[in-house]
């Protein structure tokens, strides 16, 4: 389900965009046009991240097996 879907208008895009602008400022309003849902989005967006920061998150770990404990 995308943004659209649940009843979102493009005046509520702008409004995503300028808050998520700060943390993202490669973001363009056209990018919440192209990539609608939370998990398209978030895909674009841990493309566009620093070399630096992705190899932080992967440090982590965070794979399947740490994830079950969230599932229903």
Same mark, same amino acid.
């Given at each position: 389900?995308?943004?659209?879907?649940?009843?979102?208008? @493009? =005046?509520l895009v702008v409004q995503v965009h300028h808050?998520?602008? +700060?943390?993202?400022?490669? !973001? &363009?309003?056209?990018? /919440?046009?192209?990539?609608?849902?939370?998990? @398209? =989005?978030?895909?674009?967006?841990?493309?566009?991240?620093?070399? +630096?920061?992705?190899?932080? !998150? &992967?440090?982590?770990? /965070?794979?399947?097996?740490?994830?079950?404990?969230?599932?229903?």
């Amino acid at each position: 389900m995308d943004f659209f879907e649940v009843g979102d208008n @493009s =005046l509520l895009v702008v409004q995503v965009h300028h808050l998520l602008s +700060s943390d993202y400022p490669c !973001l &363009k309003i056209v990018d /919440l046009f192209t990539y609608p849902s939370i998990h @398209s =989005l978030a895909n674009y967006l841990l493309q566009s991240i620093s070399p +630096s920061l992705l190899s932080k !998150l &992967k440090c982590l770990n /965070l794979n399947e097996k740490n994830h079950s404990q969230f599932r229903n």
